[in-house]
């Protein structure tokens, strides 16, 4: 089964990425096939500078959006590793026809 996975992506002053949301996804091997980066959404809060005002420090988070191939059968697992991560803003199931090649 494939999901989209919508992760929260925090920023630095500077506009640049901070963290790495798909790594807290914590699995046991065998349960994620395969996974595949889609697209980036900066803050809004990054100007056309490149970087961050002071009083924009609250709005550091963009997101991150993956396609993860999960094992058969191992729905339950990933979707309680997605949960526990404590990043993901939401995911959703994606039919094979949906994809985006």
């Known amino acids: 089964?494939?999901?989209?996975?919508?992760?929260?992506?925090?920023?630095?002053?500077a506009g640049q990425p901070s963290d790495?949301?798909?790594?807290?996804?914590?699995?046991?091997?065998?349960?994620?096939?395969?996974?595949v980066f889609l697209e980036r959404f900066e803050p809004p809060s990054v100007h056309n500078t490149g970087d961050m005002e002071e009083d924009d420090d609250f709005l550091a988070y963009g997101t991150e959006v993956w396609i993860y191939d999960v094992a058969e059968g191992r729905d339950d697992e990933f979707k309680l590793a997605l949960v526990n991560s404590e990043v993901v803003l939401e995911f959703e199931e994606v039919p094979d026809e949906e994809l985006i090649t």
């Open 20 to 35: 790495d949301p798909a790594a807290l996804v914590s699995v046991p091997d065998g349960v994620i096939e395969d996974a």
């Open 1 to 13: 089964m494939k999901y989209r996975v919508t992760f929260r992506k925090r920023y630095n002053q």
